[in-house]
């Protein structure tokens, strides 16, 4: 497997390209961090931050390494601010189909982070609305693996 680090990096990398993979109407990222921050203390919105959340371990066959698959999560912040007629999923919405476009090659073939992994797909999404705020902040969490070993 290769380094932790260097996969997280890549990956990193990657999504800080959504700003240039934006589909029509979607905002662009103002704040990018590889930091967990509460969305109330993310000033500059929309905001995009990856942590690392788990790793899981496949043991096929004794005396095989193995299969090593890393877990990360995508967060994005939305606030509306104070426009009543606002809807919070289109931001997100368009963020996420833009995530979708960053992350995913174009066909056929697999985001492997130039050579880094096997693979990158997205498995689940949780959004959250905020009532404290007037639901004017919006939160999704995107669940990312990676297949970092045969």
Same mark, same amino acid.
Not at 4 to 29: H, K, M, S
Not at 51 to 68: F, G, R
Not at 136 to 142: D, E, L, R
């Given at each position: 497997?290769?380094?932790?680090?260097?996969?997280?990096?890549? /990956?990193?990398?990657?999504?800080?390209?959504?700003?240039?993979?934006?589909?029509?109407?979607? @905002?662009?990222?103002?704040?990018?961090?590889?930091?967990?921050? @509460?969305?109330?203390?993310? !000033?500059?919105?929309?905001?995009?931050?990856?942590?690392?959340?788990?790793?899981?371990?496949? *043991?096929?066959?004794?005396?095989? @390494?193995?299969?090593?698959?890393?877990?990360?999560?995508?967060? &994005?912040?939305?606030? #509306?601010?104070? #426009?009543?007629?606002? &809807?919070?999923?289109?931001?997100?919405? $368009?963020?996420? #189909?833009?995530?979708?476009?960053?992350?995913? @090659?174009?066909?056929?073939?697999?985001?492997?982070?130039? $050579? /880094?992994? *096997?693979?990158?797909?997205?498995? $689940?999404?949780?959004? &959250?609305? !905020?009532?404290?705020? !007037?639901?004017?902040?919006?939160?999704?969490?995107?669940?990312?693996?990676?297949?970092?070993? !045969?």
């Amino acid at each position: 497997m290769n380094s932790r680090e260097a996969i997280y990096a890549a /990956l990193f990398a990657q999504l800080q390209a959504i700003n240039a993979n934006l589909v029509l109407g979607a @905002p662009a990222i103002q704040t990018f961090g590889r930091r967990l921050m @509460p969305a109330s203390r993310v !000033d500059l919105q929309p905001a995009l931050l990856m942590i690392e959340t788990s790793e899981e371990y496949e *043991h096929t066959a004794i005396s095989v @390494p193995p299969k090593v698959t890393l877990v990360a999560n995508v967060l &994005i912040y939305t606030r #509306d601010g104070a #426009d009543p007629n606002a &809807i919070s999923a289109t931001s997100l919405n $368009g963020l996420l #189909d833009s995530l979708e476009v960053t992350l995913n @090659p174009i066909f056929p073939g697999e985001q492997t982070l130039d $050579g /880094l992994v *096997h693979w990158v797909r997205i498995v $689940g999404r949780q959004t &959250i609305y !905020d009532a404290i705020q !007037d639901v004017t902040q919006a939160t999704t969490t995107v669940e990312l693996r990676m297949l970092a070993t !045969d």
